[in-house]
């Protein structure tokens, strides 16, 4: 199956920094989502982006498809950034996405 | 903004215990799921689910787990005799028909088995 690996493991941050996220992949995609999951355990819906670039707010995203690489931008980052981000990948419509371990954010104040 | 539902947001069961997860995807989606998240771990496919079959699942998705489509609106994940080690954060996610091929999650259940 498609192997996702995410960098770094874990990073802080002070309050104020900008920081960027790394996603790789194996195979070709046709669905890439990011996600943050708060301190409750929920995945919050960042971007789905399996090629491209887009911007919301804060936050960016670029995916180069051709490369297998996915990059999330967090820009003048804030202590309610932090929490867990997630990439994961699907090569197929209507078929299961694969996580990678994700990069756990701390922005100290 | 159409999202997806799950109740509990948590529970608490007794090994042994048959559980019941509960999700309500999105109205006119036709693609469900369920994945789970062991503390501190990475979320894992248990169960992919269409026109009312299973399309896929994983090694985890054990003769101890089931899924329904009870009727219109619900999704649900069973666990018929709990372990310990299903204790986890459970999430539903379903997706439309067509571009984009977007999975929508819930906010998720957390299970735990004493």
């Known amino acids: 199956g498609i192997q996702v690996e995410q960098s770094p493991p874990d990073l802080i941050l002070q309050e104020g920094a900008n920081s960027t996220l790394r996603c790789n992949f194996s195979d070709s995609v046709n669905n890439l989502q990011w996600f943050h999951q708060n301190p409750w355990g929920q995945l919050i819906n960042l971007f789905y982006?399996?090629?491209g670039t887009k911007q919301n707010g804060r936050l960016s995203a670029t995916t180069v498809a051709t490369e297998r690489y996915s990059l999330l931008y967090i820009s003048s980052s804030q202590t309610t950034d932090s929490g867990v981000y997630f990439c994961a990948v699907g090569s197929g419509g209507y078929q299961k996405v694969t996580f990678g371990i994700g990069t756990k954010l701390q922005v100290i104040p | 903004e159409p999202e997806v539902t799950q109740t509990p947001s948590h529970q608490v069961t007794q090994m042994g215990q048959e559980v019941i997860l509960r999700c309500v995807p999105i109205s006119n989606h036709l693609y469900f799921y369920w994945y789970r998240q062991i503390l501190g771990q990475k979320v894992e496919f248990l169960v992919s689910f269409y026109n009312n079959e299973i399309s896929e699942k994983s090694e985890i998705f054990d003769d101890q787990f089931s899924v329904e489509r009870p009727d219109g609106s619900n999704f649900t994940l069973k666990i018929r005799s709990t372990k310990l080690e299903d204790s986890a954060m459970y999430f539903c996610a379903s997706e439309g028909l067509g571009l984009p091929n977007e999975q929508f999650f819930g906010p998720g259940t957390r299970l735990t088995v004493l």
């Open positions: 982006i399996p090629s």
